[in-house]
């Protein structure tokens, strides 16, 4: 087995613990044993089957800011802790965004909400997951100094991503399709907004936190590069979808054919002659295959995939010379930053 593959199965084994500690909070207020299963089959069908890497980073940055490779168990906890609440809330949007998107599947089954018996329960369920996160908090929590901090940065992260949904679903409708709507300042908020601040800041600021280090300053210098690299990422996935191996990422790419607000589409629009535009009209958000090899081959065309390579060289440089300009004198730490980049640069995957 390896390091990777350990350190997961040592996170997941303590998600067996808050589910406990959860469930028992359930009981507290005396409701039924079968709303308790009910919650309790909710808590592990949508919190674990993913890559766990938002809540994996938590503990991968508290040991960096921390300088040690190995924590005692009351630190791995109370960062395991924090991981998992960000897990929490990833259950939490995705529960959503699939009633939301009407999606069939998730993590190789069905959504939750097409699960025998669940349907539109899913909706209080994805509520449940998200409150999940506040009962946990305050109880290990609760005498820190900054759990205030906590609370007020699970919320404000949550309202920003919702924000990004927000203009996402009304900007790209799969059943209303309006190129016009499109706009290259349009998708940089939505990915900064919806991926961006709950998959790169909330992590590495949660383990500032838990290491004590909180000063206005740091937290500027860790928002001014992950900001920036979650911009990144999500564009790099956008170009993943289009011009991945489906072999290597595991799935195919369906965002031509699902309308999906992308970087490639609205690098496309501006540089689309009035022939190429009108392709892109009549095909874009088709739920077929011709209409996707047609806007494929305007995207050829019009050279995106020498685009975005262009784009992936001056973004990571761009954002290698903002790490190498971070203070380190308060405990902050460049090798925060250095290996986020560097488990994203070129990826595949």
Same mark, same amino acid.
């Given at each position: 087995m390896s390091d990777k593959e350990a350190a997961k199965n040592k996170f997941i084994a303590q998600f067996d613990e808050l589910v406990n500690e959860l469930v028992g909070a359930l009981k507290g207020y005396n409701i039924s044993d079968e709303a308790v299963a009910w919650f309790k089959n909710s808590l592990y069908y949508n919190s674990v089957g993913g +890559?766990?890497? #938002? @809540?994996?980073?938590v503990i991968d940055t508290y040991r960096i800011l921390t300088g040690k490779n190995e924590l005692s168990d009351e630190e791995y906890f109370k960062a395991s802790i924090l991981g998992w609440s960000i897990e929490l809330l990833q259950a939490f949007f995705l529960v959503s965004d699939d009633i939301?998107?009407?999606? +069939?599947? #998730? #993590? @190789?089954?069905?959504c939750w909400y097409l699960v025998p018996k669940v349907g539109m329960i899913a909706i209080n369920d994805a509520f449940m997951l998200e409150t999940a996160i506040y009962v946990l908090l305050k109880k290990h929590f609760r005498n820190e100094a900054y759990y205030v901090d906590l609370l007020e940065l699970f919320h404000e992260v949550t309202f920003q991503t919702e924000l990004g949904q927000l203009l996402d679903l009304i900007t790209a409708p799969e059943d209303a399709i309006d190129l016009s709507k499109f706009s290259l300042e349009k998708h940089s908020f939505i990915v900064i907004y919806k991926t961006a601040y709950y998959s790169f800041y909330?992590? %590495? %600021?949660?383990?500032? !936190?838990?290491? @004590?280090?909180n000063s206005p300053e740091d937290l500027k210098q860790a928002h001014d590069v992950l900001i920036p690299l979650g911009e990144y990422f999500q564009i790099q996935d956008d170009y993943l979808d289009c011009y991945g191996d489906p072999? %290597?990422?595991g799935k195919i790419g369906t965002d031509i054919q699902d309308n999906k607000c992308s970087w490639l589409i609205n690098k496309a629009l501006p540089k689309a002659s009035p022939q190429q535009r009108q392709v892109l009209d009549d095909n874009y958000g088709q739920k077929n295959g011709e209409s996707e090899a047609k806007v494929k081959q305007i995207f050829k065309e019009l050279?995106?995939?020498?685009? !975005?390579?262009? !784009?992936e060289e001056n973004v990571v440089a761009d954002i290698r010379k903002k790490i190498e300009q971070v203070d380190e004198s308060r405990g902050f730490k460049r090798e %925060?930053?250095?290996a986020f980049l560097g488990k994203i640069y070129k990826r595949q995957k």
């Amino acid at each position: 087995m390896s390091d990777k593959e350990a350190a997961k199965n040592k996170f997941i084994a303590q998600f067996d613990e808050l589910v406990n500690e959860l469930v028992g909070a359930l009981k507290g207020y005396n409701i039924s044993d079968e709303a308790v299963a009910w919650f309790k089959n909710s808590l592990y069908y949508n919190s674990v089957g993913g +890559k766990l890497n #938002r @809540g994996l980073s938590v503990i991968d940055t508290y040991r960096i800011l921390t300088g040690k490779n190995e924590l005692s168990d009351e630190e791995y906890f109370k960062a395991s802790i924090l991981g998992w609440s960000i897990e929490l809330l990833q259950a939490f949007f995705l529960v959503s965004d699939d009633i939301m998107d009407n999606s +069939k599947t #998730r #993590r @190789g089954q069905p959504c939750w909400y097409l699960v025998p018996k669940v349907g539109m329960i899913a909706i209080n369920d994805a509520f449940m997951l998200e409150t999940a996160i506040y009962v946990l908090l305050k109880k290990h929590f609760r005498n820190e100094a900054y759990y205030v901090d906590l609370l007020e940065l699970f919320h404000e992260v949550t309202f920003q991503t919702e924000l990004g949904q927000l203009l996402d679903l009304i900007t790209a409708p799969e059943d209303a399709i309006d190129l016009s709507k499109f706009s290259l300042e349009k998708h940089s908020f939505i990915v900064i907004y919806k991926t961006a601040y709950y998959s790169f800041y909330l992590p %590495v %600021v949660l383990a500032m !936190y838990l290491a @004590g280090i909180n000063s206005p300053e740091d937290l500027k210098q860790a928002h001014d590069v992950l900001i920036p690299l979650g911009e990144y990422f999500q564009i790099q996935d956008d170009y993943l979808d289009c011009y991945g191996d489906p072999e %290597v990422i595991g799935k195919i790419g369906t965002d031509i054919q699902d309308n999906k607000c992308s970087w490639l589409i609205n690098k496309a629009l501006p540089k689309a002659s009035p022939q190429q535009r009108q392709v892109l009209d009549d095909n874009y958000g088709q739920k077929n295959g011709e209409s996707e090899a047609k806007v494929k081959q305007i995207f050829k065309e019009l050279e995106l995939e020498q685009d !975005y390579l262009a !784009y992936e060289e001056n973004v990571v440089a761009d954002i290698r010379k903002k790490i190498e300009q971070v203070d380190e004198s308060r405990g902050f730490k460049r090798e %925060v930053l250095t290996a986020f980049l560097g488990k994203i640069y070129k990826r595949q995957k």
